[in-house]
């Protein structure tokens, strides 16, 4: 504003004049709406039968612990979308934050919850622009939200008799609310309601998988925070359950109410009026009443009981060093010229991983580097990593049924917690990371996965929402946004590239396969993994087939994660899995189930075919753009291509010729991996925005 506007009186005089009025009419309205639910609660709460009340302790109990955990939650919302627009200050910082603020909304004036948010986060060093950003979102998720899970009330039939087309209205609602989820819709919004709290507005909208995640988390409280109310009711009175639908939409209409009338701090009174005129028809006498009191009282002791828990931790964890300029980092130098030393976790999970991330551990610890790696005792990676010379720390065994990875998983992130705690890496690493991630988030550690399973759902979502980068080859389908880092090559080339294999026939002719000798890897999998569920391999009897077909092209070796039927063992592969790469680089084909192992052939410049119904990012840019694999769906679709590639001349020579393509057009997948680690070891951005590297 120009210095001779902000010195005019009558300019001056108007805005104070204009704020006095507006506090003047907040405040009337306020204790309008009180005095007036007060007299309705003083009236209503006469109608109460005293000896109709039959309290029962233990469902009053579980309706607090209800309530108490739908509020709890509300870290998770703000945790989640925050790492969306900035990097995550870890879930300690996010669990103090979110508890603190939420007391706040009993201060008058309606912006106590989103300043108790903005100090309490730069604390941790987020910007104040950020944390708007962030409440504004959920904020305005949970309206969105909250209206769709409340307008099917007009569909309950005190409503239905006095609104005609009832049904139609509860269509126009729900198709109203999923369009103001739309990113152009709701990212407008919020622009323009950032710039009228002064703030820039969203850099890049946010998109729908952004809230896909906080969205469940809102259904999840929404239902539980009703079942609470509908527990205490039930302590009260013997009221149905067939009501509990009602609850869970009265408690959140009451909720948006409260939050929208800017007036009433923490919706005091409104929310109370919402809530009696939604459960009057249905409650007899003046239990409406009584239970907005109840409830009332129950929703403030425990947002205080959790702001208090949030001032614990918040004494209890030390400030992170305020960033200077430049921020605080370790030299990217030491005196000899060679990089800083950094601490660095590596977390192996699969046999594949070992070989993934072999290199770089050699590489960090032949530079100083302090590394630890962790391990998980699943087929061969234990072996493997002590045939490599790698020290590691097996800290869980593979669990066999879905609820034994279940509890391998708790047992594991446990074991990693502690582990990292007492280690404090400066980085840790991963490939999935459904342990690392969420651990590292936790510490506050910097965490990179590396992913190249787009159909691993579940893996993907227990562990991305809270990587700090996420690194992702060539052909990878999948958009994570601004965290995401691409590079040109494929995973298997940083320990497939020449620089780092060197094929060694001698090792097949001492388990018995003559490597001049043309032979066939046919690879099986267990299908137990949880991305694998609900999927089937081939019979016995279509193997047997399969073999009969490729035996007159060379000796069929199979390769299988699990045991061979009794026909089939003296086809079993006599080579170790440890030497699985020699075995491929020789073999005339591969054919098989198994992803890793069909891009491993073709990056060695073998003919390879893979038959999974389960499509794979890199393996589907290995065959459009180098032609090395094959892409079917099943074992029948994939032996008529087997046998057209063995029936034809010069495959071999063709193969290395596309294979030198593909080396030629990929970066060094190792160098990058260290650099990069380096890199958010010591602070720095990522390479950024989903840029490819």
Not at 206 to 222: G, H, N, S, T
Not at 444 to 470: K, Q, W, Y
Request: net charge positive; with cysteine; proline share 7%.
């Amino acid at each position: 504003m120009p210095q001779a506007e902000q010195n005019d009186p009558a300019r001056t005089g108007g805005k104070r004049l204009r704020a006095v009025v507006f506090k003047a009419v907040k405040w009337g309205l306020f204790l309008a709406v009180l005095a007036f639910v007060v007299r309705a609660f003083v009236r209503r709460l006469g109608e109460v039968s005293w000896g109709e009340i039959d309290f029962h302790l233990p469902l009053a109990a579980l309706g607090v612990l209800a309530v108490l955990l739908a509020k709890a939650l509300a870290f998770l919302l703000y945790g989640t979308l925050l790492g969306r627009f900035w990097p995550h200050p870890g879930w300690r910082a996010m669990i103090s934050s979110v508890w603190m603020a939420q007391v706040a909304k009993y201060v008058p004036g309606k912006v106590g919850s989103v300043v108790g948010m903005v100090v309490l986060l730069r604390r941790h060093h987020v910007p104040a622009r950020v944390a708007v950003s962030t409440v504004v979102v959920v904020d305005g998720l949970s309206v969105i939200l909250g209206m769709m899970v409340a307008v099917p009330l007009t569909l309950w039939e005190p409503v239905r008799a006095r609104l005609p087309l009832a049904w139609l209205w509860c269509l126009l609602g729900l198709l109203g609310g999923a369009a103001c989820l739309h990113p152009r819709i709701f990212g407008a919004a919020g622009n323009r309601l950032l710039k009228a709290l002064g703030y820039p507005g969203f850099t890049s909208l946010p998109r729908v998988r952004d809230y896909l995640l906080p969205i469940a988390v809102m259904l999840v409280q929404f239902a539980v925070l009703g079942l609470g109310y509908w527990l205490i009711a039930r302590s009260l009175h013997p009221v149905p359950a067939g009501l509990l639908p009602l609850f869970v939409s009265a408690t959140v209409l009451a909720a948006i109410g409260g939050f929208l009338a800017f007036f009433a701090p923490a919706g005091l009174g409104v929310q109370e009026w919402v809530l009696m005129v939604v459960l009057g028809p249905a409650l007899a006498g003046g239990l409406p009443a009584l239970l907005a009191v109840v409830m009332r009282l129950v929703q403030t002791l425990t947002e205080v009981a959790l702001a208090a828990v949030g001032v614990v931790l918040r004494r209890t964890s030390a400030a992170p060093p305020a960033p200077a300029a430049p921020p605080p980092a370790a030299p990217a130098r030491r005196a000899d010229g060679r990089p800083a030393r950094i601490g660095v976790l590596f977390d192996i999970t699969h046999p594949a991983q070992v070989h993934f991330f072999k290199n770089a551990v050699r590489r960090l610890r032949a530079e100083g580097d302090r590394v630890v790696v962790t391990a998980r005792d699943k087929d061969v990676t234990l072996d493997l990593l002590g045939e490599l010379g790698i020290a590691h720390v097996c800290i869980s065994r593979m669990g066999g049924s879905l609820a034994g990875k279940a509890r391998e998983l708790l047992r594991r992130d446990a074991a990693l917690l502690r582990i990292a705690r007492r280690v404090r890496p400066d980085v840790m690493v991963g490939k999935t990371g459904i342990s690392l991630a969420p651990v590292g988030a936790l510490l506050g550690i910097p965490r990179v996965v590396f992913e190249d399973t787009e159909h691993a759902r579940l893996e993907r979502a227990l562990s991305l929402p809270f990587a700090t980068c996420i690194c992702t080859g060539a052909g990878y389908m999948a958009d994570h946004g601004r965290r995401q880092v691409r590079f040109r090559g494929l995973p298997v080339l940083a320990y497939l590239a020449p620089e780092y294999f060197h094929p060694d026939p001698e090792c097949l002719r001492r388990a018995g396969i003559d490597p001049d000798r043309p032979y066939i890897v046919l690879r099986r999998v267990s299908w137990k993994a949880v991305h694998d569920r609900g999927i089937t391999g081939p019979g016995e009897a279509d193997l047997l087939a399969a073999v009969r077909r490729l035996q007159p092209f060379g000796r069929v070796l199979i390769s299988s994660e699990g045991p061979l039927p009794e026909s089939l063992r003296p086809l079993a592969s006599p080579a170790p899995l440890s030497r699985m790469h020699d075995l491929l680089a020789r073999a005339r084909l591969y054919i098989g189930e198994s992803g890793t192992m069909a891009a491993e052939a073709g990056a060695l410049g073998t003919p390879s075919v893979y038959c999974n119904p389960l499509p794979l990012g890199f393996l589907v840019h290995m065959e459009r753009r180098y032609g090395l694999v094959r892409n079917t769906r099943c074992l029948a679709e994939a032996l008529p291509a087997a046998e057209s590639l063995l029936s034809q001349t010069g495959t071999h020579r063709l193969w290395q010729r596309r294979r030198q393509r593909l080396l030629e057009e990929s970066v060094d997948v190792t160098a990058f991996m260290c650099r990069l680690i380096r890199r958010i070891a010591r602070g720095a951005p990522t390479f950024g925005g989903g840029a490819s590297a």
